[in-house]
């Protein structure tokens, strides 16, 4: 996901919170936990 996040990467992020790569992609980009 080195470019915008698509509907899958959202997808397979939001089935995967826990992953490293989940943190990473929550740390930079603004979902529902920031706000």
């Known amino acids: 996901p080195d ?3 698509d509907e899958f ?3 397979y992020y939001r ?3 826990n992953s490293i790569t ?4 929550n740390a930079f980009t603004p979902g529902p ?3």
């Open 9 to 11: 990467t959202m997808d």
């Open 15 to 17: 089935l995967t919170p």
């Open 33 to 35: 936990n920031d706000q």
């Open 22 to 25: 989940g943190r990473q992609f």
């Open 3 to 5: 470019t915008t996040p």
